[in-house]
């Protein structure tokens, strides 16, 4: 009977403990990678895989963003701009690193290419969505986008894949 109830509060203790890191990982800022986003990244091995973690990430910020946007939340808003555009940024930097001569340089191009172009449609009919004053916000959020586009657009260019 004792060590049941050890047992139970050990398994107790170790859900407390699974649960309060849970609910401090709701609180990081939207702008930073959370532990588990963090995690992701380091187990994914691959630049492919890590490319899908890092449009993972943009795609959630991207999808709050719109919620706050339509809202006119301006302030949070950003802080979820902030996020995606690390994402983002960070997706660039991955695919930009791999050779765009070689098959698997060109998929990664690629795949980011189709992403962006994604983007920038949902955050043009988002703009279309929103009050007049909280469109600023998600023009910058097309901006970055629309420059990441570019960017992969030319290496693909460069490479001799249209």
Excluded at 12 to 30: K, R, V, Y
Excluded at 99 to 108: A, I
């Amino acid at each position: 009977m004792f060590r049941g109830l050890v047992a139970l509060g050990i398994l107790a203790a170790t859900f407390g403990l699974a649960h309060h890191s849970w609910a401090s990982e709701d609180a990081l800022s939207p702008e930073e990678f959370s532990p588990s986003e963090e995690e992701a990244l380091q187990k994914a091995k691959t630049p492919r895989k890590q490319l899908g973690v890092y449009l993972d990430i943009v795609f959630d910020r991207l999808k709050q963003f719109r919620i706050l946007v339509r809202k006119c939340d301006q302030e949070q808003a950003r802080k979820y701009l902030n996020g995606y555009a690390l994402a983002l940024n960070r997706a660039d930097d991955l695919a930009a690193r791999e050779d765009p001569d070689q098959k698997k340089g060109q998929k990664l191009l690629k795949a980011l290419l189709k992403s962006t172009q994604k983007i920038n449609f949902s955050l043009i009919q988002t703009i279309e969505k929103v009050p007049q004053d909280c469109r600023p916000v998600v023009q910058e959020a097309l901006q970055v986008s629309q420059q990441v586009n570019g960017a992969v657009h030319v290496q693909l260019l460069r490479a001799g894949t249209p």
